[in-house]
């Protein structure tokens, strides 16, 4: 299995405020959501995970993982603003972004990463990075709407960003 995609934001400064459609709303993780983020995240990746990788995680706390609940009351949209000790410690790790199929294009992964950042900087984080696969095409579209550029880790990683950028128009060779 090769290495994700690498990509960072070296600073946080200057972030839009989040924005939603008409009915939607923002929250962050209470007890009882595990189960909605497993189906997003099952639905989005194409693979189980169980939410228990989140709890145990270092750095998890019910203010950094985030929620867009659809006008019906469910949540649609999740990502999480989590932190990782190799990256050191004032870089924020946007983690586990996923929205419900039938909900992508309205710009919900896009408000829903924004508010992850946002916790970052209430975090006391400059920067952010996040990792993420090749043919997650439509994501790293957004990500670098969001200001995320990527971020060489390994040689191999040329090759596969230069064939990322070209699939996503950003070369013409």
């Known amino acids: 299995m090769s290495t994700q995609l690498v990509m960072e934001r070296n600073h946080l400064l200057n972030l839009s405020h989040v ?23 099952e639905q989005s990746f194409g693979q189980f995970f169980d939410f228990s990788m989140m709890e145990e995680d270092p750095s998890f706390h019910p203010s950094r993982i985030f929620f867009v609940i659809s006008p019906e009351g469910n949540p649609v949209s999740t990502a999480s603003a989590f932190w990782q000790e190799a990256w050191g410690p004032f870089t924020g790790y946007l983690h586990m972004v996923a929205t419900y199929p039938d909900y992508r294009g309205m710009g919900l992964g896009y408000a829903v990463s924004l508010a992850a950042m946002q916790q970052m900087v209430a975090d006391n984080r400059a920067r952010a990075v996040l990792q993420t696969d090749d043919h997650r095409l439509s994501a790293i579209k957004m990500y670098l709407k ?7 880790t390994k040689w191999g990683h040329v090759y596969r960003w230069h064939r990322v950028l070209r699939q996503l128009g950003f070369h013409d060779r």
Do not use: V
């Open 146 to 152: 969001l200001g995320y550029k990527p971020k060489i």
């Open 19 to 41: 924005e939603l459609p008409s009915g939607f709303t923002l929250q962050n993780y209470q007890p009882g959501y595990e189960k909605d983020w497993e189906e997003i995240i």
